[in-house]
């Protein structure tokens, strides 16, 4: 299982983006911007009393509605119930109870999910006497909390950290590569799976991943034990609209979270849209092996270089993740589609592969000496030693002078080195650079 997702919901304007941001900020994690990479900020990595959870921010979804206010409430809810394993269900303590609020509590009630009432913009220790009203929400006590303030933050958080599925204390390592399908609504994410399981006849059983509609398939292909996770179960009794692309965001976050190598399934006819980058990036930021699959490729018009052309043109749209390798498939004609389960498996070993620290360092004084090191104001970088202290995705340690002088642009230029000489395909490679004298953490 993944970490738990909890989803934050309220009426426009009661501190819902305040209070994301500073739980969000409780984790300091210094994330590198890489240049390509387009991001959707309704969720953010948070931990509390060393338990990591994911939180989405549900605001901002705007149906058409002519009342805007509970129809918006009510599609909050729903991508909340859908989605969440915990729902923080935020208030105005200053505007007090409304009959929007009755509504979604209700809403809320009717579903198994753990539910946490938060009080917000109490920006006293003496709470207001419409506090008490809340109690008639029947969603337990609420807490007051300031977001602006930091106050009583804490104890919201212990309220949501005790609302989480347990962990599980007797998990046995599972050390099947777990590989998702991700991508749009209709690129044949489903046709994919539904086809490798059919060739296959060796399902061990379906088993239902969670709650967000991620379907988890243990399968075997060349004596070899897979997990395919499927993430096609976006769909919505309603019309879902401008949220749809909110939606695939999320169950990809889940998804990606648990996989090891994710397949993102472009519709060969309509390109890289922007969707695409965003879930693609959100494989590469999570350190996943990732192979492209442009699937419906019989429908295009071929000449002498349409596929060449158009792989370049996927490497430039999703400049951030050229080390990934792409494959021109159509489910419907069976084209290529086992050569997406080689790529997949060989791209999972390459997540695994380690570099030996003596080669590492000379490979790394090599490329220093046809690439003199950057410098600002007369000091220049020295690169003291590096070595590889993970896997999965690979990550290096380098021992330099000072780090601030280790710019994007020069790392770049390192790892394309290492590259040519190890390969890495289809994985991102992680960095993390330490002044002389300091220890990895």
Not at 216 to 238: H, M, S
Not at 253 to 262: F, N, Q, T
Not at 422 to 435: D, L, P, Q
Request: aromatic share 8%; proline share 4%; net charge negative.
């Amino acid at each position: 299982m993944g970490k738990p997702i909890l989803a934050i919901v309220g009426r426009p304007n009661v501190g819902k983006s305040t209070i994301f941001n500073k739980i969000a900020g409780k984790r300091i994690s210094i994330v590198e911007d890489t240049p390509g990479v387009t991001r959707d900020r309704i969720y953010a990595d948070a931990e509390w009393r060393g338990r990591a959870f994911l939180m989405i921010d549900t605001g901002g979804i705007e149906p058409d509605s002519e009342d805007v206010i509970l129809s918006q409430m009510r599609e909050q809810a729903q991508l909340a119930m859908d989605t969440a394993d915990a729902i923080l269900f935020l208030v105005d303590g200053k505007e007090g109870l409304t009959n929007a609020d009755i509504e979604v509590a209700g809403m809320l009630r009717r579903y198994n999910k753990n539910v946490v009432l938060g009080v917000n913009k109490i920006d006293s220790p003496k709470v207001p006497d419409n506090f008490y009203d809340f109690y008639e929400l029947g969603l337990g006590e609420p807490i007051a909390v300031s977001g602006v303030n930091m106050l009583g933050l804490g104890d919201l958080l212990d309220r949501c950290f005790e609302s989480f599925p347990p962990e599980s204390e007797d998990a046995v390592e599972d050390d099947r590569v777990h590989i998702a399908v991700i991508g749009k609504p209709n690129v044949g994410k489903s046709s994919l799976i539904n086809r490798l399981l059919g060739e296959n006849r060796l399902i061990v059983s379906d088993i239902a991943g969670t709650t967000r509609d991620a379907v988890d398939t243990p399968f075997t292909w060349n004596e070899k034990e897979y997990v395919l996770i499927d993430t096609a179960g976006i769909r919505r009794q309603n019309k879902v609209r401008e949220d749809v692309e909110r939606y695939s965001v999320l169950r990809a976050i889940s998804a990606v979270e648990r996989c090891d190598v994710a397949l993102l399934m472009l519709d060969a006819q309509e390109g890289v849209t922007e969707q695409d980058k965003r879930i693609c990036g959100i494989a590469h930021e999570e350190g996943k092996g990732i192979v492209i699959c442009v699937n419906k490729w019989d429908l295009v018009e071929k000449e002498t270089n349409t596929m060449r052309d158009y792989e370049r043109m996927i490497r430039n749209e999703l400049i951030f993740a050229t080390y990934a390798p792409v494959i021109f498939i159509s489910v419907l004609d069976n084209l290529r589609v086992w050569k997406v389960m080689e790529t997949a498996d060989y791209v999972s070993n390459m997540r695994s592969m380690r570099v030996p620290t003596g080669q590492l360092n000379s490979l790394i004084a090599d490329a220093v000496m046809m690439k003199p090191t950057p410098s600002d104001k007369g000091k220049h970088l020295k690169i003291y030693y590096a070595t590889q202290v993970g896997v999965r995705p690979p990550l290096f340690s380098f021992q330099v002078n000072d780090r601030d002088l280790f710019h994007f642009s020069y790392a770049r230029y390192i790892e394309n080195k290492i590259r040519e000489s190890y390969g890495f395909e289809g994985t991102s490679i992680k960095f993390v650079f330490r002044n002389k004298g300091e220890k990895d953490e």
